[in-house]
Structure formats: structure tokens, C-alpha cells
């Protein structure tokens, strides 16, 4: 099997202050796992605030090098530092879709010139018909059509439509891989699920795999093959999506799922959350340990004298 994207053994810390009190933090530590060609897939990754998943997502990505470790996408390491025509040869295969939509968009520019231009650059062409069919054809994927968009600023959609437009923008040069930096968590609560269901068509009729950054353990539940949960810079937990969210491992994990308010609890809105949990999942923080398989696929990180 061919691999899409490698992650191997990656870290990545930033140096904070001046000469005196100098800090330094670690924003992913560690991170190891591929995606094949010939699977497609949602792979998910899960955290808190502040455990590094827009550090990995950006270093996916090729704007931040990692301090360790490589990432090679097929096959050929991912440089920031590049050839132009290497970087824009990457970046056709390698798509981001951001959070909020409407900083995607410039307020003051109809949609279709953001669209017009990354046609223009990817397809390499000024060629009006070539540029227009190319646009439609990306919008015809997510549900759209250029007859609908053209004209419009973004202020005149919805933030789910100006989410798929914006979806739409990274589908136009065709990439193989799409990094998508929590894509809904700024979209009406009701919008939500047409873009998630977009995004697993993406994967199941047009083979995109997806990166999935969320800190939503539902959506993250019903679209993704395998996931990870990042604690602090670190993988805790990996593995199939279902086997890790039904039944978490690592202290952290079985946290994270207790946070969310299961619906017996909605009552009276307390959170399923014991102090000995929270305790076990913070006495992991900073710790080092070593992610071990199991044999059910997943692995889960574990500490000596655990
Ligand atoms: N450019 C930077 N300079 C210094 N520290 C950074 C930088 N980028 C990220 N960090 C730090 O690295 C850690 C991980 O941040 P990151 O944004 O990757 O987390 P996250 O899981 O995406 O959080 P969120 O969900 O809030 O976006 C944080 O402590 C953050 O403050």
C-alpha cells in the first residue's frame, strides 16, 4: 500500500520571550501516523484548547517545519522553505479549509473572484471558459453552482453555504488531501450537519481523504475512520474512531467523554465527570510515557509504575 502522508516521529516547540525568561513551549510532541492512497479517509483529531492540533494541522500544511521529525507527503518531505513551483505543486495537493468562514472570504470581494483566483493560479490559465467550468465544477460538488454564487458578496450567504463555498475553493485544483481546521464549529448549530455530511461525501464519492480538527467528540464520532486524542502536544489515544469513542482507554480520553453532557445528565446539567477522573487525566500531563498497541488496533499511551 502507498502512502499519502507520513508523520513521523514530529514535534514542534516555539521559543517565547526575550534574553531572560526565555520559555519554551511544546505544541506537539511526538506525533507518528500515516494515511494510505488507496483508503480515503476522515482522520480525525481530537484535543482540548491548546494540545497542538492547529500546531499539526499547520505544519501538514507546510507553513510551520517541524523542530523534529519529518513529514512527507507522497513520498517527498514537506518544506516550507520549498521552490515556488514545488510549494504551488504541493498545494494543489494539499487543501486547507479554515474555521470561519467569513474571514475566508474578503467582505468587500464577491465570492467568485476568491474562487476566480485559485482557479487562475492552480489551473494555471486566464482562459474565462476554462476558469468558469472549473469553478461550477467545484460548487456543483458541494451543493452549489456558479448561477447561485456569482454576484454575491459574502455577507449574502449563510455561514453554511460560505463554508462550502469555501469548500469548494480547496476542491478546485482536485487535491487528494484536505486539512480541515475545525471547519464547523462557526456554523449555525443547524447548518452543522450538511457540512460534516459534506465532507464524508467528499471521502466516500469524490476519495478525498479529510484531516479533521475538531474538539467535538460527535461529529468526530459519526464521520471519522480513525482518530486521535491529543493531550498537551501529545497522542494519548489512537485508533478506529468507533473502538476509541465507545470505549476510551487513556484517563484523558474517558475525561474528554464524560465532559461532553450525555443527554441523561442534560436534566440538570451536571457533567458526568468524577474528581478522580480529572485527576488521573491531569496526573498524565507532562509525562512522557509510550504509546503501546493493543490488539484491538488502537493504542493507547501508558507511563511506567501505571
Ligand atoms: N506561533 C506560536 N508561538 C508560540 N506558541 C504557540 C504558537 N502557536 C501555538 N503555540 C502554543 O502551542 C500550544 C498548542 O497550540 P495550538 O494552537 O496548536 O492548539 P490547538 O489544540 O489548536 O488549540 P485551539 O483549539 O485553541 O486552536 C499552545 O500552548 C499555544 O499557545
Redesign the pocket.
Known amino acids: 500500500m502507498s502512502t499519502l502522508l507520513d508523520i513521523r516521529d514530529v514535534s514542534k516547540s516555539?521559543r517565547?520571550g526575550g534574553l531572560f525568561g526565555r520559555k519554551t513551549?511544546n505544541?506537539v510532541m511526538d506525533a507518528s501516523f500515516s494515511l494510505s492512497m488507496e483508503n480515503p479517509e476522515i482522520f480525525t483529531v481530537i484535543?482540548e484548547?491548546?494540545?497542538?492540533?492547529?500546531?499539526l494541522a499547520r505544519m501538514i500544511l507546510g507553513l510551520e517545519d517541524p523542530t523534529e521529525g519529518e513529514i512527507l507527503f507522497r513520498g517527498q518531505k514537506v518544506d516550507r522553505k520549498a521552490g515556488r513551483a514545488e510549494r504551488l505543486k504541493f498545494m494543489a495537493n494539499v487543501q486547507p479549509v479554515f474555521q470561519n468562514p467569513f474571514e475566508a472570504f474578503n467582505p468587500l470581494k464577491k465570492i467568485e473572484r476568491y474562487l476566480e483566483s485559485t482557479a487562475r493560479r492552480f489551473l494555471d490559465t486566464s482562459d474565462k471558459a476554462v476558469i468558469d467550468r472549473a469553478m461550477d465544477e467545484a460548487l456543483q460538488k458541494v451543493g452549489l453552482s456558479l448561477k447561485e454564487v456569482r454576484g454575491r458578496f459574502p455577507h449574502e450567504m449563510s455561514g453554511g453555504q460560505l463554508q462550502r463555498a469555501a469548500i469548494a475553493r480547496a476542491l478546485i485544483p482536485n487535491p487528494p488531501l484536505l486539512v480541515a481546521d475545525e471547519p464547523v464549529s462557526m456554523v449555525d448549530a443547524s447548518l452543522r450537519m450538511s457540512i460534516v455530511n459534506l465532507l464524508k461525501s467528499l471521502r466516500d464519492d469524490l476519495k478525498v481523504s479529510v484531516i479533521y480538527i475538531t474538539?467535538d467528540l460527535a461529529t468526530a464520532y459519526y464521520i471519522s475512520n480513525r482518530l486521535i486524542i491529543m493531550q498537551r502536544g501529545r497522542i494519548v489515544e489512537m485508533g478506529d474512531a468507533r473502538t476509541v469513542l465507545d470505549n476510551p482507554q487513556h484517563p484523558y480520553s474517558r475525561l474528554l467523554k464524560a465532559s461532553v453532557l450525555s443527554t441523561d445528565d442534560a436534566g440538570d446539567g451536571k457533567l458526568k465527570t468524577d474528581p478522580e477522573m480529572v485527576r488521573l487525566a491531569a496526573e498524565s500531563v507532562g509525562r512522557e510515557g509510550r504509546l503501546v498497541d493493543r490488539p484491538d488496533g488502537r493504542s493507547v499511551r501508558i507511563y511506567e509504575g501505571a
Open positions: 516555539f517565547m513551549v505544541a484535543g484548547s491548546g494540545s497542538g492540533k492547529t500546531t474538539h
